[in-house]
């Protein structure tokens, strides 16, 4: 039984499996009530909004419960009392367990759909961006007094005006 400000909420295998993914993936090493707490602030801070999805969930198996705080409970609550009449269209959802399970896993596929349309690089990929800096430092008298951090700005922005001219000229 929770303690005072928790809550419990039931989750079917399939959600389950999918919130433990989405946990493994961007929230290493978290637990899956603090993930929820994490796409929940992400949500209200608007980094992201959860949009519906053609979903079909195998909803089979026993519920299984997580215990989370009692503002994550109150948030899935005005959520289901908001989006009742588009979930009971789209996903035949007549009760708030059931709503739970789809609106998590469209608020996970919302976040990867924010995450596929984000450039993911590791230091090692800007090895290249050093190496340009160097060169151009000792072959350009402009480059001369600028610092790496102001050439990566100026050359990043030159690469991105060259990405819209080229869309703009693709397609006309």
């Known amino acids: 039984m929770p303690g005072k400000g ?8 399939a959600v389950m499996h ?18 929820l707490i994490i796409m929940m602030n992400e949500v209200k801070a608007g980094r992201y909004t959860i949009h519906t999805h053609k979903l079909r ?3 089979t198996g026993r519920y299984n419960t997580i215990t989370i705080r009692s503002d ?9 009392e908001e989006n009742k ?14 709503f739970v ?3 998590l896993v469209n608020m996970i596929e919302s976040k ?5 349309n984000a450039l993911k690089m590791n230091e090692s990929d800007f090895k290249w961006l050093r190496d340009e800096y160097k060169k151009r430092r000792k072959t350009t008298a402009k480059y001369k007094t600028v610092n790496f951090e102001q050439f990566v700005d100026g050359f990043i922005s030159e690469i991105i005006e060259k990405v819209r001219t ?4 693709l397609t006309v």
């Not at 080229?166 to 000229?169: M, Q």
């Open 72 to 80: 994550i409970k109150e948030w899935l609550k005005n959520s289901y």
């Open 112 to 116: 990867n759909d924010l995450e596929n």
């Open 6 to 13: 928790y809550s419990t909420i039931g989750v079917k295998p």
């Open 166 to 169: 080229a869309r703009a000229v």
């Open 57 to 59: 969930l195998d909803l």
């Open 18 to 35: 999918k919130l433990q993914q989405t946990t493994d993936r961007n929230y290493l090493g978290m637990f899956l009530p603090s993930t």
């Open 101 to 103: 399970s789809y609106f």
């Open 85 to 98: 009449e588009e979930y009971l269209e789209l996903y035949n959802v007549k009760c708030f367990t059931r």
